[in-house]
């Protein structure tokens, strides 16, 4: 998949055969340390979400509820609309799911897992870890529709070029802002370090994604090529026998 000259993954790719639509998602936790421990031991605030990977895309448009399945420890929870995500306190890391239920019925349910995590390791190994302020764990997922309904496609286009527009938008409020001189504005145009890391992090995973697919492909392409070569040598040597 190439990249649009803004710098962000193009968001559709067509082709005569079949129209393919990607959209990109992030999920994971973020967790704040209390700094003590509460009297019913809980030494954590911790949210866990499904977000989109470009803000301000909306989710609502192809999923129809997320499910976080947080047994045994704390209840299921449902979210219907964004933001998608559930909020508790507590003191342990578990492991736990995230079921995407689409809009399209056809589309199975998708389930993601996830390491719920509070603190910082130091060593994997031996599962040495320090207490910090904040701490945030998330992955990058893509959600792939192939051949989409026309009312999902069409709701898709519409809600990307929303998006565009108010991009543009802010990109230019920032721009007229800047020009006048305005201290507020110049110091938030300065990168937020763990922002930097993290859409530097997500973008790596996308184009490591991006290059695995590609060499699928290559491979799906030589693969059929040796298939033919060999049914030609088969039907040479069937019809070198049969002569003989």
Same mark, same amino acid.
């Given at each position: 998949?190439?990249?649009?000259?803004?710098?962000?993954?193009?968001?559709?790719?067509?082709?005569?055969?079949?129209?393919?639509?990607?959209?990109?998602?992030?999920?994971?936790?973020?967790?704040?340390? +209390?700094?003590?421990? =509460?009297?019913?031991? @809980?030494?954590?605030?911790?949210?866990?979400?499904?977000?989109?990977? %470009?803000?301000?895309?909306?989710?609502?448009?192809?999923? !129809?509820?997320?499910?976080?399945?947080?047994? /045994?420890?704390?209840?299921?929870?449902?979210?219907?609309?964004? /933001?998608?995500?559930?909020? *508790?306190?507590?003191?342990?890391? +578990?492991?736990?799911?995230?079921?995407?239920? +689409?809009?399209?019925?056809?589309?199975?349910?998708?389930?993601?897992? @996830?390491?719920?995590?509070?603190?910082?390791? #130091?060593?994997?190994?031996?599962?040495? +870890?320090?207490?910090?302020?904040?701490?945030?764990?998330?992955?990058?997922?893509?959600?792939?529709?192939?051949? /989409? /309904?026309?009312?999902?496609?069409?709701?898709?286009?519409?809600?990307?070029?929303?998006?565009? =527009?108010?991009?543009?938008?802010?990109? $230019?409020?920032?721009?007229?802002?800047?020009?006048?001189?305005?201290?507020?504005?110049?110091?938030? $145009? !300065?990168?937020?370090? *763990?922002?930097?890391?993290?859409?530097?992090?997500?973008?790596? #995973?996308?184009?490591?994604?991006?290059?695995?697919?590609?060499?699928?492909?290559?491979?799906? @392409?030589? %693969?059929?090529? =040796?298939?033919?070569? %060999? $049914? !030609?040598?088969?039907? =040479? #040597?069937?019809? @070198?026998?049969?002569?003989?």
């Amino acid at each position: 998949m190439e990249s649009s000259g803004d710098g962000f993954p193009d968001k559709t790719e067509s082709t005569q055969q079949a129209q393919v639509i990607s959209r990109g998602i992030v999920y994971g936790n973020t967790a704040r340390y +209390f700094g003590f421990h =509460r009297e019913d031991g @809980h030494t954590h605030e911790w949210k866990l979400y499904v977000r989109p990977y %470009i803000d301000g895309q909306d989710l609502s448009s192809f999923i !129809r509820k997320v499910v976080f399945v947080l047994d /045994p420890y704390y209840a299921k929870k449902e979210v219907t609309e964004p /933001p998608y995500e559930v909020q *508790h306190t507590g003191w342990g890391e +578990f492991d736990l799911e995230i079921k995407i239920v +689409f809009r399209i019925r056809a589309m199975r349910t998708l389930t993601l897992n @996830h390491y719920l995590r509070l603190v910082e390791y #130091i060593n994997h190994d031996t599962g040495d +870890f320090i207490y910090t302020n904040s701490v945030r764990s998330e992955h990058y997922d893509e959600i792939i529709f192939s051949r /989409p /309904p026309e009312k999902l496609r069409l709701a898709l286009e519409v809600s990307q070029d929303r998006n565009d =527009r108010a991009m543009q938008s802010r990109q $230019l409020g920032v721009q007229s802002n800047a020009s006048e001189g305005d201290g507020e504005v110049r110091r938030k $145009l !300065r990168d937020d370090e *763990h922002t930097l890391k993290r859409a530097l992090s997500l973008q790596s #995973i996308r184009s490591a994604r991006q290059k695995v697919r590609r060499e699928i492909e290559l491979l799906k @392409h030589v %693969i059929c090529r =040796r298939q033919d070569e %060999i $049914l !030609r040598l088969t039907n =040479r #040597i069937q019809t @070198h026998e049969n002569g003989a």
